[in-house]
Nanobody, 124 residues
Framework: QVQLVESGGGLVQAGGSLRLSCAASGRTFMNYALGWFREAPGKERVIVAGVSRGGTVFYYSDSVKGRFTVSRDNAKNTVYLQMSSLTPEDTAVYYC?????????????????WGQGAQVTVSS
């Protein structure tokens, strides 16, 4: 079982960039597919991006495609979410999640381990 800790959230102006990191403990990080989700106030938690166990297959929601990039470094037990061209609609708490599987999933119920969340606020 891995444990996940996010970092890198904060306040940024519209059009700016941020990079979120999610560090995992444990030696089995490479056995997990990973997802990034976000939850805006009053809204449900939704998938933003995902990456396969091997780091070669990626998923992006339509709302972030072309602006966000997910990557993982299995040697560092870390997954990243590079966010650019941010808009106020990207304001949310961002969560990384791990799934003991080859592939990422778009469903939050498919992930067994979650980080504590990182607040991202984009001002207009």
């Amino acid at each position: 079982q891995v444990q996940l800790v996010e970092s890198g959230g904060g306040l940024v102006q519209a059009g700016g960039s941020l990079r979120l990191s999610c560090a995992a403990s444990g030696r089995t990080f490479m056995n997990y597919a990973l997802g990034w989700f976000r939850e805006a106030p009053g809204k449900e938690r939704v998938i933003v991006a995902g990456v396969s166990r091997g780091g070669t297959v990626f998923y992006y929601s339509d709302s972030v495609k072309g602006r966000f990039t997910v990557s993982r470094d299995n040697a560092k037990n870390t997954v990243y979410l590079q966010m650019s061209s941010l808009t106020p609609e990207d304001t949310a708490v961002y969560y990384c999640a791990a799934r003991l599987s080859l592939s990422a999933s778009t469903r939050s119920a498919d992930y067994g381990t979650w980080g504590q969340g990182a607040q991202v606020t984009v001002s207009s």
